[in-house]
């Protein structure tokens, strides 16, 4: 595996393909306060791209190009959270997507399991560490650890696209899912709007 790592934006002219997976790392869970520190992106080939998202840094115009490009398809494990945090820091509403969890949960209905760790040890038969999770990641220069812990974020979520999709298939809820995924950009900007903690479809 390598890491490469890159400062407010990816490089040009680089090609990740036509599904990248993606996550990111946020000073902490309150989207209004904690901001967006590093996208982590790969393009499935064992390596992991981060970018660091430095406060006054360059305009990130290759990674926003990327994240709206309707050619790529972007995997997320719990998409809402970091779709939700690229509109709120970087501008752009991410499309299309694939959440690993919403599939998860959609054909995986035995277990209540869906956590990343949780996936990676049932259907790849890899151990993760989540030991860097509450790290500083808004710190200037990020060590070993948490570049290594940042990359394990994105380089296995090709592989349980792939594991999944069968099993959603199976249960027959290919187009639910498919529902689910367009309506993520959606359920984001409404976490931003302050209905994060409201189900609107509620009576």
Known sequence: MAIYFHHDDLPDGIDLGKEVAVDTETMGLNLHR??????????????????????????????????????VLKVFHFGRFDIAAIYRYLGVETAPVFCTKIASKLCRTSTDRHGLRDLCRELLGIEISKQQQTSDWGAEVLNDAQQQYAASDVLYLHDLRQKLMPLVAREDRTEIAERCFEYLPTRARLDLLGWEDVEIFHH
């Open 34 to 71: 904690d901001r967006l520190c590093l996208v982590q992106l790969s393009a499935g080939d064992g390596n992991a791209h981060l970018v660091q998202i430095r406060p006054g840094g360059a305009e990130a115009k290759n990674l926003k190009a990327l994240m709206t490009d309707p050619g």
